[in-house]
């Protein structure tokens, strides 16, 4: 991964920014996703959605998982691979999202900065969902129903 997307070199279709984020869809044995509800006072506050944070400069998608998932969760992330990237444009930030799966991690995850987070199976049962995690739990559960 190019430093240059962290800071945000690329552009938009529409010129803006690209704001890279690295996801981490953490799954557990028995098919259970853990999603993390949107803090008061972010865009889309209340919102339910997958872990995960910006890139930093120079940071690849790998290692702002591993940092975002810490900071938020309390967690190290042992094993993860890179599965689906998307793009979704919202009214506040263009972002370009790295989903991971994430399948190894030491700790128990907490809430670090005082986000709700809860394991849920598919079809999720939360609402509202992140307008951007819509396709990804359809990925997933084409994946469930081709298992």
Same mark, same amino acid.
């Given at each position: 991964m190019? /430093?240059? @997307? /962290? $800071?945000? /070199? +690329?552009r938009a279709p529409d010129g803006r920014k690209v704001t890279e984020v690295a996801v981490? +869809?953490?799954v557990q044995p028995g098919g259970r996703y853990l999603l993390a509800q949107r803090l008061q006072g972010k865009p889309y506050e209340g919102y339910w959605e997958f872990p995960g944070?910006?890139?930093e /400069?120079? &940071? =690849? +998608? &790998?290692?702002?998982?591993? %940092?975002?998932? *810490? &900071? &938020? @969760?309390?967690? $190290? +992330?042992?094993? =993860? *691979? %890179?599965?689906h990237t998307l793009e979704h444009d919202y009214p506040h930030a263009y972002v370009r999202l790295y989903f991971c799966k994430v399948t190894g991690w030491t700790g128990e995850p907490h809430s670090k900065e005082g986000q709700a987070f809860v394991w849920q199976q598919l079809p999720v049962e939360v609402a509202p969902l992140l307008p951007a995690a819509l396709p990804v739990f359809e990925l997933l559960e084409k994946e469930a129903a081709s298992i």
């Amino acid at each position: 991964m190019s /430093a240059d @997307l /962290a $800071q945000g /070199a +690329v552009r938009a279709p529409d010129g803006r920014k690209v704001t890279e984020v690295a996801v981490g +869809v953490m799954v557990q044995p028995g098919g259970r996703y853990l999603l993390a509800q949107r803090l008061q006072g972010k865009p889309y506050e209340g919102y339910w959605e997958f872990p995960g944070g910006k890139l930093e /400069a120079g &940071e =690849s +998608v &790998e290692d702002a998982l591993a %940092r975002e998932l *810490h &900071e &938020e @969760l309390g967690i $190290q +992330v042992t094993a =993860s *691979h %890179r599965w689906h990237t998307l793009e979704h444009d919202y009214p506040h930030a263009y972002v370009r999202l790295y989903f991971c799966k994430v399948t190894g991690w030491t700790g128990e995850p907490h809430s670090k900065e005082g986000q709700a987070f809860v394991w849920q199976q598919l079809p999720v049962e939360v609402a509202p969902l992140l307008p951007a995690a819509l396709p990804v739990f359809e990925l997933l559960e084409k994946e469930a129903a081709s298992i």
